[in-house]
Every structure is written in C-alpha cells, then in structure tokens.
C-alpha cells in the first residue's frame, strides 16, 4: 500500500515518511470505523470524542517523532504539515507555554463556552472544586490537558490518549534487547557445545520473559497492549518527571475530598 495514498494528488514522500506510516495508517483506518459506528447510547457531543481525540493522538505522534525522538528529517515534519496529515494549528499552541498537552485549539476557543470562558478541561487539577474533579469536556472528552504537577498523564483516559512515538520508541528498544540477548544466547551455547563436545546438554538459562512483560501486541502494532509497556513509554514521553506528573485523576480527587471534608 502506498505510503501517499492520503492524497494521491500530493508529491511523492520523502525519504523517511514510511517509518510513520504504518501509525498514521492505523490512526486514518481507527477514524474511519469510529464514524462508522452507531451512535445509539452516547450523547450528541460524545459522538465526537473519537475525532479529536485521534487528531490528537495523530498529531502528537508525529510532533514528539521529530521534536523528542528525532526519529524523522524536518523533511519528512514538513510534509506531514503541507498535506494536512496533522493538525498544524494544534501543534503551534503546544510550542506555547501552558498548552503543551493541548487536547484541541476547540476548548480555549471562548466562543465555544458560556459566559465567554473556556473548557473545564483546561482548570488545572488543583483549582477544582471536589465535584468538578472527574468532569471531561463534553466535545473532546478530555479530562484534564493543563501543564503542571499533578495532571493525569493520559488526557483522555483511553488509548487515544497514548503516546504513540513512545510507545513505538519503547518496542523498538525491546526488540533490540531481546536481539542482543538471543545473539548473546546463541554465543554461549556453542561455547557450551564446543567445550563439551560429547557430553550431555546443559541447562539452558533462557528467561521465559520475551514480549510477555510487555503485553500483547495489538492487531494494528500500535497502542499499548500492557501496562509496562505504557508505563516505559510515559517515562519517555515525559523523562524524570513522568512520575510526579502523572498523579491519577482518582487519587488527586480522593486527596481533595478528605481535605475538604
């Protein structure tokens, strides 16, 4: 499958676009089921979370790919941004101070809110009331994109809220360790064989650990299909800070409710 079949009317990719594809692939055919799907028993507004929360995810995969990982050439960022593969004007808040995690250029429109504010999901965790803790924006589904100590790591609390350049980063490293490891296995297995050539067989001291430790690959190769492997890719995603960052919704709510009682 082509790798420009977004728009076959666009100039050839270059050098370097595949190793984004197979995601943005994934992500335009998960788009394409999700407004598929029924509508039955959802509100209006929630019909609509699959879209920005993918543009999101779409978007934030191929930012982190140049600007975190260096994984791709300005080239290959420039692309993506003339063809309309990524939301450029979301990207340009996140160079901003205080919109780093931006969910959509929607919620801080005050046009879209009452009383000329913006969205619930833009209060840091530490300014809401005790009933306001759990609150989403109704249009994205976020709960919670404001900068700082004490968010939730992931906005929306789903896979859409992965971070996907990490995530691959994290399995690519796993492949090589387990490469290395099974080079390593290899070399001394024959050095067993030739220092006991006639003898019985050794113990092998293989580790039955693999991809188990990382949970399933999805179907797609895409989100994470375990906890450790979300875990290593916040770490990367968010380097020695992930841990203070990413206080859960559900802790930070307990913790306020005590207090407040």
């Not at 999700?34 to 920005?52: C, F, I, L, Y």
């Not at 306001?132 to 968010?151: E, I, K, L, N, Y």
């Not at 875990?231 to 995603?237: G, Q």
Request: hydrophobic share 30%; net charge neutral.
């Amino acid at each position: 499958m082509s790798a420009n079949r977004w728009d076959p009317k666009a100039k050839k990719p270059p050098k370097g676009f595949n190793y984004l594809a197979p995601i943005l692939s994934a992500l335009e055919n998960e788009l394409r089921d999700k407004v598929r799907e029924t509508n039955a028993g959802k509100r209006n507004t929630e019909s609509m979370w699959p879209v920005h929360q993918i543009n999101w995810q779409r978007s934030r995969y191929v930012y982190d790919m140049y600007y975190t990982h260096k994984k791709i050439s300005k080239k290959v960022y420039d692309y993506c941004i003339k063809n309309k593969l990524i939301d450029a004007a979301l990207i340009a808040k996140w160079k901003k101070t205080g919109y780093e995690r931006l969910c959509s250029t929607y919620v801080i429109n005050s046009n879209n809110y009452k009383f000329g504010t913006t969205s619930i999901c833009r209060v840091p965790l530490k300014d809401r009331s005790p009933e306001q803790m759990a609150a989403q924006d109704p249009t994205t589904g976020c709960r919670g994109c404001a900068s700082g100590v004490g968010q939730p790591r992931n906005i929306f609390g789903n896979k859409y809220g992965q971070n996907l350049a990490a995530v691959q980063v994290a399995r690519e490293k796993r492949m090589e360790e387990l490469e290395q490891k099974r080079l390593l296995e290899e070399q001394e297995e024959e050095a067993r064989t030739n220092s006991a050539a006639g003898g019985g067989e050794g113990d092998s001291e293989t580790d039955d650990d693999s991809d188990d430790d990382y949970g399933p690959t999805p179907a797609a190769g895409v989100w994470a299909g375990g906890s450790k492997l979300e875990l290593e890719s916040e770490r990367l995603a968010g380097g020695d800070d992930a841990d203070d960052a990413g206080e859960d919704i559900h802790e930070h709510q307990a913790k306020k409710l005590k207090s407040s009682a």
